[in-house]
C-alpha cells in the first residue's frame, strides 16, 4: 500500500512544499508514481531514500551535492567511486563542522561556569547579610 504526500510530510517533518520541492529538483531516486486522479503515491523505499536525503540536507550537503549524487545512484552499476567520493567529501565537511562545534562549546561551557560561580556568590553573599 502506497502513502499520501500528507503521510510523507508526517513521517518525514518535510512540509508537503518541500516535498513537492525535492520531487521538482530530483531528489528522489525514482519517479513517484501517481496513483487515481494523479495523487502521488509513495513508497517505503521512497521514504527511506528521503530520509537519508533529509539528513544529508541537515548535515549541511547543497541540494546540487545531493541531486549529483542521486543521478549516480539512478545511473546504476558502474559509478560507486564517484558515489563514495562525495560521500567522503561531505563526511569530511561533517567532521570538521562537528570540531568546530566542539569548540563553540567549549567555549560557551567555560562562559556558563563563569556566570554561574558569579550568580552562586551574589547568592551566597546575599543569605550571608
Known amino acids: 500500500m502506497g502513502l499520501s504526500?500528507?503521510?510523507v510530510a508526517e513521517r518525514t517533518g518535510l512540509s508537503v512544499h518541500a516535498l513537492r520541492f525535492y520531487e521538482k529538483e530530483g531528489i528522489l531516486a525514482h519517479q513517484v508514481h501517481r496513483g487515481p486522479g494523479g495523487r502521488r503515491v509513495y513508497t517505503e523505499q521512497d521514504l527511506a531514500w528521503l530520509r537519508m536525503c533529509i539528513m544529508l540536507r541537515m548535515s549541511g550537503m547543497p541540494v546540487p551535492e545531493i541531486?549529483?549524487?542521486t543521478d549516480l545512484v539512478r545511473q546504476g552499476d558502474g559509478n560507486e567511486l564517484q558515489r563514495?567520493?562525495?560521500l567522503k567529501e561531505h563526511q569530511e565537511r561533517v567532521r570538521l563542522q562537528m570540531e568546530q562545534l566542539q569548540d563553540?562549546?567549549?567555549l560557551i561551557t567555560h562562559k556558563v561556569g563563569v556566570y554561574q560561580d558569579y550568580v552562586n556568590s551574589i547568592d551566597a553573599r546575599a543569605v550571608a547579610q
Open 67 to 69: 541531486r549529483r549524487y
Open 104 to 106: 563553540c562549546m567549549d
Open 5 to 7: 504526500i500528507g503521510q
Open 84 to 86: 563514495l567520493d562525495i
